[in-house]
């Protein structure tokens, strides 16, 4: 799923200046353990953006207890995941610049590894033509 550098509008084909691709969404009844767990929540994250075809520049997790947020930096934007693990929820985004990265692939990464039942997800195209 890769967004095309130049976009057909109204016939007329323009360049994107600037590509930018963000994945959001809800992570649902995930294993509360593994979202108390920074340290796990850091490397899920370090292997979403491998995945995701991202450079890593920094990562960072803050317990709050029981809850835990980590950011990472990437080269390209970043990465965030927001835990409630009393009520085995999740929140992630996943914003990239780089149009050689798949933020979705790595929003997928997460879900997976969080074990959530169910998720929801939007994509924003947040390009500039």
Do not use: Q
């Not at 323009?14 to 969404?25: A, D, N, P």
């Not at 929540?41 to 960072?60: F, Q």
């Not at 970043?78 to 996943?94: C, G, L, M, N, R």
């Not at 969080?114 to 994509?123: G, N």
């Amino acid at each position: 799923m890769e967004l095309e550098l130049v976009m057909r509008t109204g016939g007329k084909n323009v360049e994107v200046r600037v590509y930018g691709k963000h994945v959001y969404g809800n992570l649902y009844e995930c294993d509360p353990e593994l979202l108390s767990d920074p340290e796990f929540l850091k490397k899920t994250v370090v292997e979403a953006a491998r995945l995701g075809n991202m450079t890593l520049l920094d990562v960072r997790a803050w317990y709050m207890g029981p809850g835990v947020s980590v950011v990472a930096i990437i080269l390209e934007s970043h990465i965030s995941i927001h835990t409630w693990p009393e009520y085995s929820f999740a929140t992630v985004d996943v914003y990239s610049c780089g149009k050689h990265t798949n933020p979705l692939k790595a929003f997928e990464h997460i879900a997976k590894s969080l074990k959530a039942r169910r998720y929801v997800f939007d994509i924003i195209d947040r390009s500039l033509t």
